[in-house]
Antibody, heavy 127, light 108 residues
Framework: EVQLVESGGGLVQPGGSLRLSCAAS????????MTWVRQAPGKGLEWVSS????????YYADSVKGRFTISRDNSKNTLYLQMNSLRAEDTAVYYC????????????????????WGKGTTVTVSS | EIVLTQSPGTLSLSPGERATLSCRAS???????LAWYQQKPGQAPGLLIY???SRATGIPDRFSGTGSGTDFTLTISRLEPGDFAVYYC?????????FGQGTKLEIK
């Protein structure tokens, strides 16, 4: 079964740090781009960050650029989000999600829409 | 950054009716890299449509996506009770891979 399980959320004071993890299973993690999406209480989805299958390319929303770092360990089938200088507006449920890889002959294309999502982990930034 | 604007914000319909949801982009979405997701209360989102018009695995043909450039539409024919949820569009043609603000489909 394809599965993503997030962990590492919790209560943190403004200015503090947290590291989220996302454990992947049931698929070949190393060939898929991965993404973090968050949802503030009662609000819509916000794309946060994506990383290529190898980790060589990373992308960030302006709202987190310079404060958050996405990374992955393909040997451990795990995705990470290091969050520093946290603010109240970072309070949200954080989802990790799997991208799409299409292989047609010798051509491989990686897409940043998501077909598998974890259940999310809650981050609360408050004093 | 491509801004996606969804309309209406809330759509009130009855089971059996047809729903039409709009997603308009502030600039052209390259290669029609536009996806639609459904989210029910307390659940993670689920993929419905990718490439503007291709249904994801297991999605019934009551769901259809159309559009290109800056205007995209999700149509749900013959609404069923389980279809009442929030729907989001996302463009994945260029980073940042933004979402629309969502359309809530509620039972009338």
């Amino acid at each position: 079964e394809v599965q993503l399980v997030e962990s590492g959320g919790g209560l943190v004071q403004p200015g503090g740090s947290l590291r989220l993890s996302c454990a992947a299973s049931g698929f070949t993690f190393s060939i898929y781009a991965m993404t973090w999406v968050r949802q503030a209480p009662g609000k819509g989805l916000e794309w946060v960050s994506s990383i290529s299958y190898s980790g060589s390319s990373t992308y960030y929303a302006d709202s987190v650029k310079g404060r958050f770092t996405i990374s992955r360990d393909n040997s451990k089938n795990t995705l990470y989000l290091q969050m520093n200088s946290l603010r109240a507006e970072d309070t949200a449920v954080y989802y990790c999600a799997k991208g799409i890889t299409m292989i047609r002959g010798v051509i491989t294309t990686y897409y940043y829409y998501m077909d598998v999502w974890g259940k999310g982990t809650t981050v609360t930034v408050s004093s | 950054e491509i801004v996606l604007t969804q309309s209406p914000g809330t759509l009130s319909l009855s089971p059996g009716e047809r729903a039409t949801l709009s997603c308009r982009a502030s600039q052209s979405v390259s290669s029609s890299y536009l996806a639609w997701y459904q989210q029910k209360p307390g659940q993670a989102p689920g993929l419905l449509i990718y490439g503007a018009s291709s249904r994801a695995t297991g999605i019934p043909d009551r769901f259809s996506g159309t559009g290109s450039g800056t205007d995209f539409t999700l149509t749900i024919s013959r609404l069923e009770p389980g279809d009442f949820a929030v729907y989001y569009c996302q463009q994945y043609g260029s980073s940042p891979y933004t979402f629309g603000q969502g359309t809530k489909l509620e039972i009338k």
